[in-house]
């Protein structure tokens, strides 16, 4: 049995922790924070996560707390006109075998969180920062700020964004700024307009703005996100923006989307990061996974998805019983480096193209995804959800 640390208590931590102690292996959590806990915003899952999730035994769980939108829809911030919509119904369903849906943060983690908490093979720590590790031989081992060293045979580096374990192992600095400015709200569903419930994920999109609205935690909350690319230069976390101030940004929009903004109420703002791509997540028996290995913008939804997609394949791997995880670790990074570092590419065009442009640029982009047939639509969201998660030892 070997005991592998995880630096993370986020998605990507507690998932793999499930991974680890379904494999016979001990697993550590290290979570920086006095909770283990997540951002009280909604979250949307694509089929390749929920395939995940049922991977990891934890997809009834997510289920109930997660609402079955209808269709996502893109729609013309400008106008109020729809430019396309994706139905999520039973035909969806079928092409990509599982369903996609809507949850809150908090359901999710907390989810994977109980599980963890029903493994005897699962120490979940907090108040646990990792600065950094030290590989002697056959064993890592990571210091705490109490200067307590806790060791094992492996690291997974799941610490998200700003990772210590990446910072060390990659060494590429401080995120990329990208200049979009989120605000985002969560509003009790009864303070929202009848007529504005809309079961969908619904998108509008504007010049160098967009604005994101669906329902979360069965239906008790409307989950509003409002993007504008302001240019921002620096990195804000959560800080809190008044209601005219949103209003104001986005006034520009037309008073059909303008409405559903209207609803916000105690608005938060983030700046979006993200990083290039790097072709290394490991250095001997320790790897990266998760926002810690390939952070993404947020704008195909799938930042999470692929972390737990990255938690498959791990399991994959691990139920293969190799122990080596020098090789295991360079098979995991082979088989994952590719897919992510191409929908890291995916979300920031995704932003520029379909989101954002302005003018013509604006109106081609209307044109072209207006005249595509349903199956069409499908072709270009298959790589998304039905992208490859397994690997084998060489
Ligand atoms: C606005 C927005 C919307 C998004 N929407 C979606 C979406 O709809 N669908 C989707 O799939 N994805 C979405 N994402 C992406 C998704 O949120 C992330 O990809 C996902 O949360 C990454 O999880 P993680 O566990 O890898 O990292 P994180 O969530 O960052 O977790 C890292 C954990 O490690 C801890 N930690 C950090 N440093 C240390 C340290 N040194 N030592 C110990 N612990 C440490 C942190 O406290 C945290 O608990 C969105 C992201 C944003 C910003």
């Known amino acids: 049995m ?21 494999n016979g292996h001990r697993a550590t959590v290290l979570e920086r924070n006095p909770e283990f806990g997540e951002l009280g915003a909604g979250i949307q899952l694509g089929p390749n996560a929920f395939r995940a999730l049922d991977h990891l035994g934890v997809a009834d769980r997510v289920r109930s707390g997660a609402v079955f939108i209808d269709e996502i829809n893109l729609m013309d911030g ?33 989810a994977l ?13 907090t108040d646990c920062a990792v600065a950094g590790y030290t590989v002697d031989g056959a064993t890592v081992s990571v210091r705490l700020p109490s200067g307590e060293v806790v060791t094992g045979d492996a690291l997974i580096g799941a610490d998200g964004i700003r990772s210590a374990v990446r910072r060390q192992l990659v060494g590429d600095g401080e995120p990329r700024v990208s200049g979009h400015t989120i605000y985002r709200s969560v509003v009790p569903i009864e303070q929202v307009a009848h007529e504005l419930r809309w079961n969908s994920v619904t998108l509008w999109a504007g010049p160098k703005m967009h604005v994101v609205h669906y329902p979360i935690a069965g239906g008790r909350f409307f989950n509003l996100a409002a993007t504008v690319d302001d240019g921002a230069t620096q990195i804000v976390t959560g800080k809190p923006a008044a209601r005219d101030l949103v209003m104001d940004t986005f006034a520009a929009l037309a008073p059909e989307t303008r409405r559903f903004l209207d609803q916000g109420q105690d608005w938060r703002t983030w700046v979006l990061c993200d990083r290039d791509p790097v072709p290394r997540w490991t250095d001997r028996q320790v790897v990266l996974i998760g926002d810690a290995a390939h952070p993404m913008l947020q704008y195909a939804a799938q930042g999470a998805c692929m972390a737990l997609e990255d938690v498959v394949c791990l399991d994959g791997l691990l139920s293969q019983g190799e122990t080596d995880f020098v090789e295991l670790f360079a098979a ?25 442009p302005s003018a013509s640029a604006a109106d081609e982009r209307t044109r072209w995804l207006s005249s595509l047939s349903a199956a069409q639509v499908h072709e270009l969201v298959d790589p998304l959800y039905l992208g490859p998660v397994t690997a084998d030892i060489a």
């Open 2 to 22: 070997a005991t592998v640390v995880i630096a993370g208590g986020g998605i990507s931590g507690v998932a793999a922790a499930l991974a680890v102690a379904r």
């Open 78 to 110: 400008m106008t109020g006109d729809r430019i396309t919509s994706l139905p999520l119904g039973a035909e969806f369903s079928e092409r990509y075998r599982y369903p996609y849906a809507v949850v809150h943060r908090v359901d999710l983690h907390a």
């Open 113 to 125: 969180l109980d599980a963890c908490g029903q493994s005897p093979l699962i120490d979940l720590r």
């Open 332 to 356: 995991f990074a082979a088989a994952r480096t590719g897919r992510t570092a191409w929908i890291q590419g995916v979300s920031r065009a995704i932003g520029e193209e379909v989101y954002h």
